[in-house]
């Protein structure tokens, strides 16, 4: 499976951004998803994940209220839908494919090559 995440950019803090990781597979519609974020010399921290069927979803408590993941199995998309962005969430996204129950990076696999999040005061 092979997943590419796009929609990254430069904004100013308070506005959205959407950002969309689509699939090389339509057998990606049997795995729950995830988001993650990654700041220069960290490891990558758990954003927001769904299920397979998009009933159930998780956010970490920095983005919840604001962030919004969603999916899209007949497009084989997934997306992130942020709100209200801060200068703390500039950061790397990453999409992947949930192996088994848990929110660190090693619960997932198949990551998309990134996209950069940029947020100015």
């Known amino acids: 499976v092979q997943l590419q995440a796009s929609g990254g950019g430069l904004v100013q803090a308070g506005d959205s951004l959407r950002l969309s990781c689509a699939a090389s597979?339509?057998?990606?519609?049997?795995?729950?998803m995830g988001w993650f974020r990654q700041y220069p010399g960290k490891e990558r921290e758990f954003v927001a994940s769904?299920?397979?069927?998009?009933?159930?979803?998780a956010y970490a408590d920095s983005v919840k209220g604001r962030f919004t993941i969603s999916r899209d199995n007949a497009e084989m998309t997934m997306y992130l839908q942020m709100d209200n962005l801060n200068p703390e969430d500039t950061a790397v996204y990453y999409c992947?494919?949930?192996?088994?129950?848990?929110?660190?990076?090693?619960?997932?696999?198949?990551w998309g090559q990134g996209t950069l999040v940029t947020v100015s005061s």
């Open positions: 769904i299920s397979s069927d998009g009933e159930r979803t």
């Open positions: 992947a494919r949930r192996l088994r129950v848990g929110v660190g990076p090693n619960d997932f696999d198949s």
């Open positions: 597979t339509r057998t990606l519609r049997y795995y729950g």
